[in-house]
Every structure is written in C-alpha cells, then in structure tokens.
C-alpha cells in the first residue's frame, strides 16, 4: 500500500452486505474526486471491485499480521474498523502514542439487540479517537461521556454503474394494479417480517412480496415462509435474492418492521425509487421518515397498527405520490454519495480524540461496579436455588 494514504478501511465481512456497498460507494466517489484510500478486507468481491491499488485481500492469521502492518509500516492518517467483532483487536493500537500511529475510527453501522452485545460496543469504541455512526439510535450504544462522534447517513445510489451522477430513477409512473407491499433484504429474525405478514393477512386485496434470501438462519426463513403461506396463500410472492436495480419495482410500498434497524438502507433505495416507505416509529429507519412528509411510520411491533397504515397509504394515492415525490428529492440530497464520501473522508482524517480525566475514571469505575453487581446477583442467585 502507498505511504500515508487518508484512510485504509479494515473489514472482516466475507460477503458484501449493505455495510460494505456503502464503503465501496464512498471509495468510488472518492476515488472520483482524485483521493485514494485503501482497503484491507476478507471478502474477495469487495477487495476486486475496491479502486486503486491500496488493496489487500487476507485471512485468518495473514489478515491480523497484515492489519498491524498497515498499522505501523504504511500508517495511513485513519485505520477505520468496520466490523464490531474486529473492535477489541484495535484497543492494543490505542495505547501506542499517537505520533506513531494511525487514528482509530470506528464505522458504527450496527445496534446489538442483546444487552450484552450493547455493552461490549460500549467498552470496546471507547479506545477508538472517533466514531462515525449512521443514526443518532445507532450513538445509543456509546458511552455517555463519549463524544469523538460524527453522525453521517450513507451513500446509496440505485445504479452502481452511474457513479457521480446525481440523477435518480423515478418508478411512480411504474405502480402495479394490484397493491403490492414491499419487504426487501435478508429474511432474518431480527427483521420482524412476521409483523407485516400478519399485517397484510387481515388486507384480503393486497399482496406480500418478499426480496431477499435467507438470512444467518435459515429455519426462521423456513417457518417465516411456512406462516406466511399458511395465513396468505397465493397472496405471497416469494421472489428470492433479486438484482439491486429491480428491488423495488412493482411495489406499492416498502415496509421496514425492525424497530431495532442501524439505519435502513432499503429505506433510502425505495425514497430514491419514488416507493413510499412505512417504517417504525421507533430505531434508525424512523429518522429517515417525516411522518406524513416523506413517508409513514407506525407503532412499532403492532401488525394492526401497521395494517391501518397500509390502507392509508394504499387508498390515499393523490397524497402519497406527493410524499414519494418529496422524499425523492430529499433522499437524493441527504444520501448523495459524491458529498458523504468527502464529509466522510473529513470526518474521519480530522478533529480531536482526547478524553478527559474524569471521563475514563467513570468508564473505569462503571465497569468494575458493573463486575460487582453481576457477582452479587449471582450470589444471591446461588443462595435461593441452594
């Protein structure tokens, strides 16, 4: 890799999920713009496709000895970690004085459901200079003292092919006959796709189409599609993994029913579309709607709620071309890849990392007061059950 390039971004993903098309966006732009950064990833799609030649393809015990050898031999100005499983393995970089290695920054693209995952993320971005989130739901996780943040949507662009251009595909003159709502990405249980399943089922003219293929568990898609055929019948079209460029072609609507979503790239993709979105009123999707300006949100987790909404939206059709229209228009602003990509670069590569005292006195203190109460809990939980 070339001597201190602005950023090399690490990843650990072995398959290019929504995370690193973003990445790959920003790189593309940047590299529009003049300005290489380098990459260091396990996943052979994104590393061919990645610009330039600051590249690095490795695995297993090579991609760890080649992570500390960026580190310190190339030492770009920012080694951003891109994986939350990857977070701990930078906290011995963060000990090392600054002069001598790179700024560690943090791409904050997940929210960990579980509480244990939550406090991990809280601990663990602590050692980092910065972070960059995609949602202000998303700085939720971060420890309250912390304040290196930069909250910064992605890039999304409906064709990867037409980099740099600020046009958007407009698919309103497009709309099926039937109403079709949308579900678009990974089946995983997380996803709460079964909130909009039972939603439609009590809609006898609509129809459910789901894009995307299995996800980490592919019993939940199996018992998803089992239900899902049980209460809709024929009224379920299961479509499978379809191109990006077609995702969201035919539908009616895009509902996202994860309350618990970083942000939602499918959210972005049907506004740039000209798709009306329905998302929760709760989580990092319901930051990308203004209620009734640039979509609909319902009560997060209720299928009746959710249900009551559709209809809405489905017999309101004047008044929802409108709002798709207006989130077009503000969706092409707000995800423009050509300006997040700079802001970014900026984010990343500048401002300062320094902690106050009193700062990681408290980090310190909540830990070894939280490793207390746990041994006391379990204790007393010994002493019951004795």
Request: contains cysteine; proline residues 5%.
């Amino acid at each position: 890799m070339n001597d201190r390039l602005p950023a090399v971004f690490v990843s650990t993903s072995s398959i290019v999920w929504g995370a690193e098309l973003s990445l790959l966006t920003t790189a593309r732009h940047l590299a529009d713009q003049g300005v290489e950064v380098g990459l260091l990833g396990q996943a052979p799609d994104l590393v061919d496709s990645w610009p330039g030649a600051a590249k690095r393809l490795a695995t297993g015990t090579q991609f760890y000895l080649r992570l500390f050898e960026v580190a310190f031999r190339d030492r770009p100005q920012a080694l951003v970690c891109c994986n939350n499983r990857l977070s701990m393995v930078f906290v011995p970089l963060r000990i090392v004085p600054r002069r001598w290695r790179p700024a560690l920054v943090f791409d904050l693209h997940d929210y960990m459901p579980a509480p244990r995952g939550r406090r991990r993320m809280k601990w663990s971005t602590w050692f980092f200079d910065r972070v960059i989130a995609v949602s202000e739901f998303t700085t939720t996780q971060l420890h309250p003292d912390y304040t290196s943040v930069t909250v910064l949507p992605r890039p999304v662009e409906l064709d990867p092919a037409a980099a740099g251009s600020a046009t958007t595909i407009d698919l309103t003159a497009d709309r099926p006959q039937v109403d079709r709502v949308g579900v678009v990405g990974r089946l995983d249980a997380d996803k709460r796709i079964e909130v909009v399943v039972d939603a439609v089922a009590t809609m006898p003219d609509v129809t459910l189409v789901l894009r995307g293929g299995s996800g980490l568990d592919e019993t939940y898609t199996e018992r998803l599609l089992e239900h899902a055929h049980a209460v809709l019948g024929e009224r379920l079209v299961y479509e499978g993994r379809v191109p990006r460029d077609s995702a969201m072609q035919g539908l009616s609507c895009l509902v996202v029913a994860n309350h618990e979503e970083a942000l939602g790239r499918s959210v972005a993709e049907a506004q740039l579309a000209g798709v009306p979105v329905v998302v929760p009123d709760r989580g990092g999707a319901s930051e990308m709607v203004d209620e009734g300006v640039t979509g609909r949100r319902f009560e997060a987790g209720s299928a009746q709620d959710l249900a009551g909404v559709l209809r809405e939206v489905l017999d309101q059709e004047s008044e929802v071309a409108t709002m798709a229209k207006h989130a077009q228009d503000i969706a092409a602003e707000r995800h423009s890849p050509r300006e997040i990509a700079g802001r970014y670069l900026r984010a990343a590569t500048s401002g300062s990392s320094s902690r106050p005292v009193r700062a990681t006195f408290s980090v310190l203190a909540d830990r070894l007061r939280n490793r207390g109460e746990l041994a006391a809990g379990a204790d007393a939980d010994q002493r019951r059950f004795a």
